[in-house]
């Protein structure tokens, strides 16, 4: 289904398993058919600082595309973030295929105006927005009338970027981060929360709800940091409480549904205080996307790839989708954060990674496969000696 589509994204091992001859990525190997901005500069830049790097993660896109039309006017691109296609030229747009309706991707970028929406419809945290030149730790504490920990947010992030905890302690750091003259949502920091991640697809006539993983999130650097996934853990940890997600979930989608958005993205809930909370809607395929790619994939199953393309194609129908059991996890290693789970066999998705490659500030390195929970410590077994 995809052999004739070229894959636009962040790491060669996200468009694993899913039938691309070619891709043009980020982190890769640079070779069987992929083509990675770190071989090509022999340097690792971090793709979620949107701030520093944009311009040159659009420009190389750009570049590739140019380059593949010129050789073959019907070349056709699947880009990993559906908002990303708005930072292309206008006249190369028509390359990309799988897109839905532009103003919807935009709305559903700006954090700010997620969270409006959302609150209309489901359970959300409760937010004020300011100014960074009028944010500070005891702005915050006025505002909610009490202390803690604070979540700083800007319209745009992605990975941790622009999202911000704010204390007592790193209020000088923090603030430094902010920009005067840009707005941030402001909520209070949950304590003991669970952070779920659900994928969705939907096309004409479905919405199709992926099996859902934990997210694992650093919070030691001012930042709320993602760095893997564990779907072992999913339900063991989220208990009675995956209905009410899976119920919110539906809720907003049929929305969507109505609004007109088609294909992939998933959607974030935090667990706190018995409740579900909604956080945010990605429009593009997830961090956590490959690992379930995998399982789908040895299942015989349409990958979330092959799922998102048939949004676009023939009578806009979606395969049943059994409950299946996803008993993975992955972690993303980057220049800051190293393996933390050293007792549990991996595999390692290098993406061309070697230690010759100059590295950008808390950059992606490489990605290890887990067999089991890495959340619960409960490797249940070597995936190294399955069939890749």
């Not at 945010?280 to 995998?294: F, M």
Request: net charge positive; charged share 25%; with cysteine.
């Amino acid at each position: 289904m995809l052999e004739n589509i070229i894959y636009l994204g962040t790491r060669e091992s996200d468009c694993l398993w899913c039938g691309y001859k070619k891709s043009y990525t980020f982190f890769g190997s640079g070779k069987h058919g992929n083509v990675a901005l770190n071989k090509l500069l022999n340097c690792r830049y971090n793709h979620n600082n949107l701030i520093k790097n944009n311009d040159i993660f659009t420009n190389y896109f750009v570049n590739c595309i140019k380059k593949e039309v010129s050789n073959n006017p019907n070349a056709k691109f699947c880009y990993y973030n559906k908002f990303g296609y708005n930072y292309l030229p206008d006249e190369l747009k028509k390359y990309i295929v799988f897109q839905s309706k532009t103003d919807l991707l935009i709305f559903l970028n700006d954090k700010h105006s997620a969270h409006k929406w959302a609150s209309k419809m489901v359970g959300t945290l409760d937010y004020f927005y300011a100014k960074g030149e009028k944010i500070n730790y005891n702005y915050c504490s006025k505002v909610f009338k009490s202390e803690g920990r604070f979540v700083i947010q800007a319209r745009e992030s992605l990975g941790g970027i622009g999202t911000y905890l704010l204390t007592k302690t790193n209020e000088n750091k923090v603030l430094n981060l902010l920009s005067p003259n840009e707005e941030y949502s402001i909520s209070q920091y949950k304590e003991n929360n669970i952070s779920v991640n659900v994928h969705f697809v939907i096309s004409d006539k479905d919405i199709l709800l992926l099996p859902p993983s934990l997210q694992i999130i650093d919070t030691s650097n001012e930042m709320l940091e993602y760095f893997g996934c564990d779907y072992a853990a999913y339900y063991d940890v989220v208990g009675n409480m995956h209905s009410k997600v899976k119920r919110d979930a539906m809720i907003l989608l049929e929305n969507l549904k109505k609004q007109g958005y088609r294909g992939v993205g998933g959607i974030d809930f935090l667990i706190a205080d018995n409740k579900v909370y909604f956080m945010e809607i990605n429009a593009r395929y997830q961090s956590s996307t490959s690992v379930l790619n995998y399982v789908l994939h040895k299942a015989k199953l349409p990958t979330v790839n092959e799922l998102d393309a048939m949004c676009y194609l023939g009578d806009g129908s979606l395969p049943h989708i059994p409950d299946i059991k996803v008993p993975y996890s992955k972690c993303a290693i980057t220049s800051t954060i190293s393996d933390r789970f050293p007792n549990v066999p991996s595999i390692k998705l290098r993406d061309g990674y070697t230690k010759r490659e100059k590295l950008d500030d808390e950059v992606y390195l490489y990605t290890l496969l887990y067999k089991g929970s890495i959340l619960l410590n409960k490797g249940k077994g070597d995936v190294r000696n399955e069939n890749k």
